[in-house]
């Protein structure tokens, strides 16, 4: 996965950002931004290192506050941030222990998503390519090269239907993540869906799906031709 970071290319935060920012984009295009992790952020992150990591790896990103009101942390959470890691309230690390347990035992493909990840099964593959000359890339979570589908987990509290799913696609660019990852795999009939586990009770799990890619596909190609030509313009200035 640290290639996946290490990797100068194009992302879904990137574009996303350059849809509502392009000023902003262009500075994390350049690696001029300074990346501010929100808490909701984190407990995503969280989440993901939690089910799809070693116990290692979430000891070396993150930090069990002492308390839980962030108010009364706000001297420990800076400090925690400047080390390089990331607070996490004790009840917060409770709620993702917890939801990593159900996700485990959510049923997946004639499985459990734990039995799936305990047996070696392909996650965190990163995948990455030319779209409209520039190199993109991107990061499934949980692939199914034989279905073939792969699957983006997401953390939320109030996505429970269809209408909230697409709302919160396009603040947060699941759209264009659907159709870069879906170009990026070249394979003609891919399925990505997300797995979305709502961290408020009750505590759910579901997996959406774009049904018109194909418009998303075109929308997402079109915008990267604007951000290369953005870039273009801004680099003879």
Not at 82 to 108: A, N, T, W, Y
Request: one cysteine or more.
């Amino acid at each position: 996965m640290n290639n996946y970071f290490e990797t100068h290319a194009l992302s879904r935060s990137v574009l996303n950002t350059f849809r509502h920012d392009p000023e902003k984009a262009l500075a994390m295009w350049r690696g001029e931004y300074e990346y501010k992790t929100s808490n909701s952020m984190s407990f995503g992150i969280a989440f993901e290192v939690m089910l799809l990591e070693t116990p290692q790896a979430f000891k070396e990103r993150f930090v069990i506050t002492s308390a839980n009101d962030w108010r009364k942390l706000r001297r420990e959470t800076s400090s925690i941030r400047q080390s390089g890691m990331m607070p996490i309230k004790p009840i917060d690390f409770e709620l993702c222990h917890h939801l990593v347990g159900l996700m485990r035992e959510f049923k997946l493909f004639g499985s459990t998503v734990g039995n799936l990840l305990d047996n070696g099964f392909n996650s965190q593959v990163m995948i990455d390519g030319d779209v409209e000359g520039i190199k993109c890339k991107g990061l499934i979570d949980l692939e199914f090269p034989d279905i073939p589908t792969f699957l983006d987990i997401k953390t939320s509290w109030d996505v429970r239907d269809a209408r909230g799913f697409n709302e919160a696609g396009f603040k947060y660019g699941y759209d264009i993540q659907s159709a870069l990852y879906s170009m990026l795999y070249k394979h003609p009939n891919i399925n990505m869906g997300f797995l979305v586990v709502t961290t408020t009770k009750p505590y759910e799990i579901r997996i959406f799906y774009y049904k018109s890619l194909s418009a998303i596909v075109n929308n997402t190609k079109k915008l990267i031709k604007e951000f290369v030509e953005f870039i273009d313009l801004q680099g003879k200035i």
